[in-house]
């Protein structure tokens, strides 16, 4: 089984600033999807950025990029130019290429609080 | 706007009293899923639709249940609420099943269920 783990329960960044997000996961299949994604307070997950493992060009979504690194089994999240807006619970998940069994659904990370301090 | 809603938001139920969480969505996705999410802990799957073709995780407990009458909606029934089912309950969809490029799933605002 899959699993994904996010270290840094809470992190703090200063308006404007660069903060990263560290995520690391477990699995012994060579193909599968990685995402993050964010959960602002009483409002719905949505994907901010998503790699496919088999790409090594690391995905860039506007001020969110991620670091790849496939054999650490490495995958964080960077946000630049950090904007109030940011401020929610971020989630590392894995997901699987396969399909069936419990392949379809979404492995998760516990979650990384972010706050923006103006 | 096409999305995912869940009702109620928030649900207060007693110990053993069935409860039922509903979800509905406007993509047309044929995938629907329900996640668990407890306080401090990462969202994990329960179960799963694939159009009408029902996907039960190994380790959801028989306590709880899903159906879908149709493309749009689909409830998460359980029977006898413990103290230990108190979570969020997420929605959400995909258009397939497959896991190729763009089909991300989508999510509701859940319902956080309290159980007294």
């Known amino acids: 089984a899959q699993t994904v783990t996010q270290s840094q329960p809470e992190m703090s960044v200063q308006e404007a600033e660069t903060v990263t997000l560290s995520c690391t996961y477990d699995t012994s299949e060579s193909d599968y999807y990685l995402f993050w994604y964010k959960q602002p307070p009483s409002r719905q997950m949505i994907l901010v950025i998503r790699?496919?493992?088999?790409?090594?060009q690391n995905a860039t979504e506007n001020r969110f990029s991620v670091n790849f690194q496939k054999a650490a089994k490495s995958f964080s999240l960077k946000i630049s130019d950090s904007q109030l807006g940011d401020a929610a619970m971020y989630f590392c998940a894995y997901r699987s290429a396969h399909t069936g069994g419990g392949a379809d659904g979404l492995t998760f990370g516990k979650g990384t609080h972010l706050i923006i301090q103006p | 706007d096409a999305m995912v809603i869940q009702n109620p938001r928030y649900q207060v139920t007693q110990f053993g009293k069935p409860v039922t969480l509903s979800c509905s969505q406007t993509l047309n996705h044929n995938v629907m899923y329900w996640y668990q999410q407890k306080s401090s802990q990462a969202p994990k799957l329960l179960f799963h639709y694939y159009d009408k073709d029902f996907n039960n995780e190994a380790d959801t407990p028989d306590n709880f249940q899903s159906r879908r009458p149709n493309t749009s909606f689909c409830f998460l029934d359980i029977r006898s609420p413990g103290l230990g089912d108190a979570a969020m309950y997420l929605c959400?969809?995909?258009?397939?099943?497959?896991?190729?490029?763009?089909?991300?799933?989508?999510f509701g605002p859940g319902t956080r269920l309290t159980v007294l």
């Open positions: 790699q496919e493992a088999y790409k090594q």
């Open positions: 959400a969809t995909s258009r397939t099943r497959f896991a190729s490029d763009y089909n991300e799933q989508f």
